[in-house]
Nanobody, 124 residues
């Protein structure tokens, strides 16, 4: 199984980026896909997830600014990030998990596979 995250970069505050996570080696439509992020010196935190049903979930800190979507035909999940803030600066990781239920969607330990991460830097 491989998860390939891409789309990170340097952007000014208020700008936008779209991250992509392409999966291979798994039955994609059976997996929930999530984005987590980790800033230097901080713990990894949940950002957003989309279950196999298509239901999206967001951390409160990104709700209304970020949108997660999936294209099962292309084994891809996108994370559209608008109104970016310097506090969004982090390495963003995508993860895939089977059997994820709503109450555990934000728990990293529930996910079976992780991508390599893509750096997002937001300048003030």
């Amino acid at each position: 199984v491989q998860l390939q995250a891409s789309g990170g970069g340097l952007v000014q505050a208020g700008g936008s980026l779209r991250l992509s996570c392409v999966a291979s080696g798994l039955t994609f439509d059976r997996y929930a896909i999530a984005w987590f992020r980790q800033a230097p010196g901080k713990e990894r935190e949940f950002v957003a997830a989309i279950r196999s049903s298509g239901s999206p979930y967001y951390a409160n800190s990104v709700k209304g600014r970020f949108t997660i979507s999936r294209d099962n035909a292309k084994n891809t999940v996108h994370l559209r990030m608008n109104s970016l803030e310097p506090e969004d600066t982090a390495v963003y990781y995508c993860a895939a998990g089977a059997g994820i239920i709503m109450s555990t969607v934000a728990e990293g330990r529930q996910y079976d596979y992780w991508g390599q991460g893509t750096q997002v830097t937001v300048s003030s």
